[in-house]
Structure formats: C-alpha cells, structure tokens
C-alpha cells in the first residue's frame, strides 16, 4: 500500500474513532491527543500511524471499522506497516 493510501485509510479510521463515544475516549487516552489536538496533526504520518496502531491493537475494533468502511480486515494493519514508525518483520 502507497503512503498516501495509507494515510488516507488512517484518516478514515480517526473519524471511525472520533464518532464512536466509547472508543474515543480510550484514544484520547491513549494518545493525549483531544479533538482539536486530532485535528491539528491529522496530517502528520506519525500520529496518522498512531491511529493505526492504536485501532489495530484490538481485533473487534478492525472488524467493526473494516466492515462500516468497505475494507478487508488486514487493510488497517497494511497501512499500519506503510507509515513511518513500524518496520514490518519477517519470521523467515
């Protein structure tokens, strides 16, 4: 997956995020990034991989944001692996 592909999807994932009252709250936790703070760096890859890490770390979150977006489960952690900060491994 492009970066820009990958940022797209963690866009699409922090307003996933952002609309759910529940999950939100954890992220914001998570991540000390409040709505505007969100906003401010929504086009910063890191926190957009932060996004992806964050959303990924949890299996029901990925199938719930996957099946409402139209994406393939892997998708999230595809981008997760195609922004800065996460060098995929190879168990070979």
Do not use: H
Request: with cysteine; net charge negative.
């Amino acid at each position: 997956m492009s970066p820009d592909a990958a940022e797209l999807l963690a866009l699409r994932a922090l307003g996933w995020l952002a609309a759910d009252d529940e999950i939100w709250p954890m992220f914001s936790n998570a991540t000390g990034a409040d709505p505007s703070d969100a906003k401010a760096r929504a086009g910063d890859p890191v926190f957009l991989a932060s996004v992806l890490e964050f959303l990924t770390s949890n299996d029901d979150w990925v199938m719930r944001f996957c099946d409402e977006a139209g994406l393939k489960y892997e998708d999230p952690l595809t981008a997760r692996f195609s922004l800065p900060g996460a060098d995929q491994v190879n168990w070979t």
